[in-house]
């Protein structure tokens, strides 16, 4: 969850009255420095952008969907934070499509509530978090399995998706253990996996 190191950064901001230090002002030039000098993605593709629908077996999920403008890719299924599908993660998901790739973003909650489930100045406090929690629980192994199938037909069902090239997954913090679910659920189509800060439940004693 990136998001909460920048609620902690915004946090220390507010405390110290608005007022940043020269150490904290060289790091942040240094790092403005090195953002100036990123390249864009390399011979970034047009792409389509769209909401879509997924039926699954509890349902309708739905997924933000982004791919290619011409020709046939590697699908990937994205899995976003406990804090669901939302604006940051379908930046991330267009930056992947413009690498060429087509990229179904999923709503892990769409048995309850429609994407966004927070608002765009949501922090990660109990106000917030509670409730999130509340509707994760309510989640199994089995239902994200039934999910990933669901989503993975889709991709397959697409134009864009090359289905010679196998399907990669990649998820977020509490999202990134379901990526090891997915392999399992669908292991003739997943190639690769990958999860950034995965929560702790991936591991048990």
């Known amino acids: 969850m990136c998001d909460e190191l920048t609620e902690k950064d915004n946090k220390k901001f ?12 060289s790091k942040m030039g240094a790092a403005a420095f090195m953002m100036a000098m990123l390249p864009k ?16 077996p509890d349902g309708v999920s739905d997924c933000y969907f982004v791919r290619p403008a011409r020709g046939k890719h590697p699908g990937v299924l994205m899995w976003p934070d406990i804090m669901g599908l939302r604006p940051a993660y379908k930046a991330m998901a267009k930056r992947l499509a413009q690498a060429g790739y087509s990229v179904l973003l999923i709503n892990p909650y769409y048995r309850e509530v429609k994407a966004p489930v927070v608002g765009p100045n949501a922090s990660f406090d109990n106000a917030t978090m509670e409730p999130l929690w509340e509707m994760a629980a309510k989640l199994t192994q089995d239902t994200h ?7 993975i037909d889709f991709l397959d069902k697409q134009a864009s998706v090359d289905l010679n ?4 997954t990649m998820g977020y913090c509490w999202g990134g253990e379901l990526v090891v679910l997915t392999a399992a659920a669908v292991p003739e189509r997943v190639g690769a996996v990958a999860s950034f800060h995965g929560s702790m439940s991936m591991v048990t004693d």
């Open 41 to 56: 993605v390399a011979f970034a593709q047009s792409v389509i952008e769209s909401t879509v629908e997924v039926a699954t």
């Open 145 to 151: 399995s039934s999910d990933a199938k669901a989503y």
């Open 14 to 25: 507010l405390l110290s009255g608005g007022k940043i230090n020269r150490r904290d002002f």
């Open 165 to 168: 090239r196998k399907i990669g």
